[in-house]
């Protein structure tokens, strides 16, 4: 199992236990990841960091002074 993070910037656009479906999107020298439809966005990954699974499992939604943050679980 593998954890990434997303950045969100509205509450309730998804829920702990939600499936999600994730885009690939490329850069120079590194990926970034988007919860469609582009409710969240990762930050930027290395090569060797590339995500192979485009389907994951909210497990877990953060709120903090920067935002909400949500963690999805990819099975990798």
Known sequence: MR???FKMERENLVH???EV???EGILPS???YTINPAVAM?????????LR???GVVREIKHN????????EFDE
């Open 3 to 5: 954890q990434m993070e």
């Open 16 to 18: 702990e236990g939600d």
């Open 65 to 72: 002074e920067k935002g909400y943050y949500v963690v999805v």
């Open 30 to 32: 590194a990926y970034y």
């Open 42 to 50: 990762s930050g930027n990954y290395g090569f060797r960091e590339r």
């Open 21 to 23: 479906t994730v885009t």
């Open 53 to 55: 699974s485009d389907h």
